[in-house]
């Protein structure tokens, strides 16, 4: 059974950064891309960036470039999303997804999700 628990949320002020964490089980995770997709409150779900197996080539939104970073661990079957210069439009609720998506965020029904984690950002 696939499993993707998703931590790391919490409150920060703009500016501020936060790592958000997702450990996944019950698959082969080094051969899979994994997706961090977020939504925030009453909008649609937003497509922030993927990395690949390897962890080498990562992509991103245009609104988090620069400011966001994907990282993954093969060895501790974790993949990471770094957030840097928080803005107060980044509180959302913060989804790691099994997958290639690119640049579209997939439903629910696509492939496996975790619980999310909440990101607030306000001062």
């Known amino acids: 059974e696939v499993q993707l628990v998703e931590s790391g949320g919490g409150l920060a002020q703009p500016g501020g950064s936060l790592t958000l964490s997702c450990a996944a089980s019950g698959f082969t995770f080094a051969s899979i891309s994994m997706t961090w997709v977020r939504q925030a409150p009453g909008k649609a779900l937003e497509w922030v960036g993927v990395i690949n197996p390897h962890g080498d080539r990562t992509s991103y939104a245009d609104s988090v470039q620069g400011r966001f970073t994907i990282s993954r661990d093969n060895y501790q079957n974790t993949v990471y999303l770094q957030l840097n210069s928080l803005k107060t439009e980044d509180t959302a609720m913060y989804y790691c997804?099994?997958?290639?998506?690119?640049?579209?965020?997939?439903?629910?029904?696509?492939?496996?999700w975790g619980q999310g984690t909440q990101v607030t950002v306000s001062s």
């Open positions: 997804v099994k997958g290639y998506f690119y640049n579209y965020a997939p439903s629910k029904a696509e492939g496996d």
